[in-house]
């Protein structure tokens, strides 16, 4: 049984965690016992995570009893390669399937307000690689943002932009305004004629330049992909700028983030033209079973999107302004306080002189305060392990029916731990009665919208 130990090995995973792994499924009777394990582990997660932290990670929402339960439908044993179709899957049975896969994708098309939409992307992060493939080639020069200012792997040298042979010049942002320079971009675009500009941020607070920069680029045919993994929601529900209507070529977002579906990603466009690329894009190089439970529950979310949209993403931005402001006066400065903080679901604070983000993260947690570190614009991209940034969303506080007073109290919180240095153990039991006093997920069909 015992095979040999190999100490040396090399592991990028947490050695620890592994080897307490082993040392679980060791001291187990058999594989029963094994599985038994799996259980309790996520059984103690559902607990914590899901009914005594105040849950503040931008790109996390709880799905409505719904869409979670269509997460573990029948429907999700079944294999659909291909195009929605009798003749085009490679699989016979797919009757059904097609049903809701149509469902999905009309579902889609109607609250995204465009003319085509894809379902079958496991992760946003396979629609960017979608787009790449579909919209540029190997040794093409692309635009894109750097981390520090909000900008993703997936768009960067260490994802598969780069990963795919293409060449990065950055978009120039300006770190005061938290938006693209478009004077800079102007005068920068220009001399690398990128065939693609990729405008994704993590980090994002303020509407950017589309329509300037589509402009620019539009001169030499250059293409504008917009990758709203963060503001998707926002999006369809009205409460972002619409980048398609601005000039966007082609929209890929999570459906996890703000959107608050089941984790995974959705590709929108308008153009006829690059239909038949994007698509093939999608399959067969990027997607062969695509988890049709997934696509499901992503239709059900976008159903939940069409009747509740609107009221929930008005809800978590005025949240997070008002997590901001209060966050901001209570002493922790926050970016972006002379344009009104934020305007989407997200609030990011400078905790430089408490720390730095890690320190201030874990320091939270054990508050049952759940936030992440972050990197500043200030911040080079090698500090991402001791960035000097927090960033806290709004997405999950709202679901849950909190408000603007909740927002005050949970501020409140943050600043006796951070600011006044109160342990976190004695702020902990009111983080966790303020989560419990808010049993119950708002903005779906079961339970409709919280009382105003
Ligand atoms: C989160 C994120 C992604 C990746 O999305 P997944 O759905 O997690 O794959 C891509 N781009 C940006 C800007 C993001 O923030």
Redo the contacts with the bound molecule.
Sequence with gaps: MNRPERPNRLEIHDNDALSAARDLIEACADAREMGQKIQEAVARNAAWRGEECINLLA?EAPTSPTVRALLSAEIGTRAAEGHIGKVNRWFAGTRHIDEVEALCVELLKKHFRCAYADHRLC??????AVVYTALSEPGDVIMSAAQPV???S??RMDGPAGAMGRKIVDIPFDPQELVVDIDLFRNIAPLVRPKLVAL???MTLFPQPVVEMKEVIGEWGGRLFF?A??QLGLIGGGQFQDPLREGADIM?G????TFSGP???IIVWDDPEITRPVTTAIFPVWAATHQVNRVAALAMATAEALAFGEKLQAQIVANAKALARHLHERGIPVLGAHKGFTTTHQAIADVTAFGRGLKVAQTLERAHIIVNKNLLPSDRKEDWDYPGGLRMGTIEVTRYGMKEVEMAKIAELIARIVVEGEEPERVRAEAVALRRSFPKLYYCFENGTPLA
């Excluded at 992760?123 to 960017?128: D, E």
């Excluded at 999570?254 to 983030?257: D, E, Q, Y």
């Design positions: 790109p992760a946003s992060m396979i629609g960017n909000g900008g993703h997936s768009n994704g941020l993590s990758d993994a963060h890929t999570s459906a996890g983030k984790q995974s990603g």
